[in-house]
């Protein structure tokens, strides 16, 4: 690996680690400030496909990398828990404020 593609993955890796580890903590352009997200809870098993705020569970990394519709362990930032458990979700599912097994992937 030469040094360009080096640094390049470096960049790459910091930031999926900043997206997903709540670094950010500006409050301009709409942008979550730590202290937003510190408000929320995550609400599991209420993503659609690629929708899910961070890491899903075995197979994804971060944000956007859910592969299927309600995947149980992949998670949404709710404002708070009600909005959570209160969920509407086809199917007859539940939403859960901690990993689910099911529509989980293989």
């Known amino acids: 690996m030469n ?4 640094l390049a993955a470096a960049l790459a890796g910091a930031a999926m680690l900043a997206a997903c580890g709540g670094a950010d903590t500006s409050a301009a352009g709409g942008e979550k400030t730590a202290e937003a997200k510190a ?5 599991y098993g209420v993503s659609l496909k690629a929708g899910n705020d961070c890491a899903a ?35 007859g599912r539940k939403a859960s404020l901690e990993p689910l097994t099911r529509d989980n992937p293989a």
Request: net charge neutral.
């Open 3 to 6: 040094k360009l593609t080096g």
């Open 39 to 43: 408000e929320k809870v995550k609400c």
């Open 57 to 91: 569970g075995p197979g994804t990394s971060c944000a956007g990398t859910s592969t299927v519709d309600y995947q149980g362990n992949a998670w949404t930032y709710k404002a708070n828990a009600d909005e959570c458990t209160g969920a509407q979700l086809p199917g």
